[in-house]
């Protein structure tokens, strides 16, 4: 994850340096600004979060030079079943943006039915691994 961290922190450099030139050469034109500075901001994301997994990882086999194809063997991740709630919150999304148009009393069902769709899936296999 060291060379991902490298190149999304050499993206975040250039977004924020063409952010400040772009801001000071516009006179303050706050679409284009803000544009750049939220592009900066994601990639500085991505970058901090390759460099908290190398260091928390360490290095993988695409890392180094001398490892050999079956280095990566393995199970790659958890891949989880089927689940209701990508639904059910895509849902509460249509009713939410709905209620925008036709009213309060449609937007509050919207948002109850999303916020019940976001937990389900925050918290489906929140204690996965608890029984190994």
Do not use: H
């Not at 516009?26 to 901001?41: C, E, M, N, R």
């Not at 059910?88 to 009713?95: E, K, N, P």
């Amino acid at each position: 994850m060291k060379v991902e961290a490298v190149l999304f922190g050499g993206v975040a450099v250039f977004f924020g340096g063409s952010a400040a030139l772009y801001g000071w050469w516009s006179g303050g034109d706050p679409a284009g600004t803000a544009a750049l500075v939220i592009a900066f901001l994601m990639a500085a994301l991505v970058s901090f979060f390759c460099a908290v997994q190398y260091r928390r990882r360490g290095r993988r086999p695409q890392d180094r030079p001398e490892a050999e194809v079956a280095d990566a063997a393995g199970p790659v991740e958890f891949f989880p079943a089927a689940s209701p709630w990508p639904l059910v919150t895509a849902l509460g999304f249509a009713i939410t943006c709905t209620g925008v148009v036709y009213g309060l009393w449609l937007f509050l069902i919207g948002f109850g039915v999303l916020a019940r769709g976001v937990v389900g899936m925050v918290f489906q296999y929140a204690n996965r691994g608890a029984d190994q």
